[in-house]
């Protein structure tokens, strides 16, 4: 079966300051991986995703994430937050051969000036 | 602009009437569409998948005649909750997948905030 699991429930940091958002899948088969934010009372906007190719993806608002498959990994990071990136982050696995997505329970993010 | 729309974005509604959301898809059609409902400061749970001239498949816990699920073209599937009770207010959201990607990623609607009263 297909799991994710973020390992964070809330982070705090400063504005400006590094951030490092951590997602841990499972699966038996390959899988697609996304990172989703959700602002409040709104629906889901997709960051990035990683479906093949390089390890290192680059998303929206300035957001990579890096696959790693050996320790079944894809974190999220942002060299400098700001403000308005306070926010709640999903992690998703996607398998075609369940043809669903499964998200992780979110980790919230929130930068204090 | 948006690629999913979906109606309302709250309602409210009194214990033991039935409440219609409604999820179209803008810019293709969608034979797929998935439910999801998302309790206060949790992640989204996967309710069913629609699909559009058969059966909804439901996920193991998720009440079928309490969740009605109409795909009834290939842009719209509505989610009638129906004899709401106050535990069934929640944030339900619905997806599309993207034709354009292979069906291997989403687009979100905005959601709808549920209050049973």
């Known amino acids: 079966a297909q799991s994710v699991t973020q390992l964070d429930s809330q982070v705090p940091v400063f504005e400006e300051a590094p951030v490092e958002l951590r997602c841990n899948y499972s699966?038996?088969?390959?899988?697609?991986l996304f990172w989703y934010v959700q602002y409040p009372n709104q629906g889901l906007q997709l960051l990035l995703k990683y479906l093949s190719g390089s390890t290192l993806v680059k998303g929206i608002n300035g957001f990579e994430a890096e696959f790693n498959k050996s320790q079944t990994s894809f974190h999220l990071r942002k060299p400098s937050v700001h403000i308005s990136d306070t926010a709640e982050y999903f992690c998703a696995v996607f398998s075609g051969g369940y043809n669903k997505l499964i998200f992780g329970a979110g980790t919230r993010l929130a930068v204090h000036p | 602009g948006a690629v999913v729309s979906q109606h309302p974005s709250r309602v409210i509604c009194k214990s033991g009437t039935s409440v219609k959301i409604e999820c179209r898809s803008l810019d293709f059609q969608a034979t797929t569409m998935f439910w999801y409902r998302q309790f206060p400061k949790q992640s989204l749970m996967l309710m069913a998948t629609s699909n559009e001239g058969s059966k909804a498949t439901y996920e193991q816990g998720v009440e079928k005649d309490k969740f009605l699920i109409n795909h009834a073209s290939l842009t719209l599937s509505t989610l009638t909750v129906t004899s709401a009770h106050p535990e069934d207010s929640s944030f339900y959201i619905c997806?599309?997948?993207?034709?354009?990607?292979?069906?291997?990623?989403?687009?979100f609607g905005q959601g709808t905030r549920l209050t049973v009263v």
């Open positions: 699966s038996s088969v390959s899988v697609y």
């Open positions: 997806s599309v997948p993207n034709p354009r990607q292979s069906n291997t990623e989403a687009f």
